[in-house]
């Protein structure tokens, strides 16, 4: 509790409440870099947070190139079975 009242209410926090494609991290990204240059976020904190957005951003691309190979995977196997 005592954390989040050192915080403060962070002026557009609300907004993010899934971060669930790459876009979305590079737009909170960005929200992090833009709240340090107004002021109305902390270095320190911007840098954790964005520390957490990088691996977050690797673990989303991770998720959408292993879902892409499944899928290519899926259509080979389906055109080899037909082959034969």
């Known amino acids: 509790m005592a954390r989040k009242e050192k915080l403060g209410t962070l002026r557009g926090v609300g907004e ?3 971060l669930a494609s790459a876009g979305d991290v590079r737009r909170f ?7 340090v240059r107004d002021q109305s976020l902390e270095p320190k904190t911007a840098a ?3 520390q ?3 691996f977050l951003l690797k ?3 991770t998720s959408d190139f292993e879902a892409r190979l499944e899928t290519l995977e ?3 196997a389906s055109q ?5």
Request: aromatic share 8%.
């Open 16 to 18: 993010w409440k899934k």
């Open 29 to 35: 990204l960005a929200w992090c870099i833009h709240s």
């Open 74 to 76: 899926k259509h080979l």
């Open 80 to 84: 080899q079975a037909a082959q034969r």
């Open 52 to 54: 957490l957005g990088s």
């Open 59 to 61: 673990a989303v691309e």
């Open 48 to 50: 954790i947070l964005g």
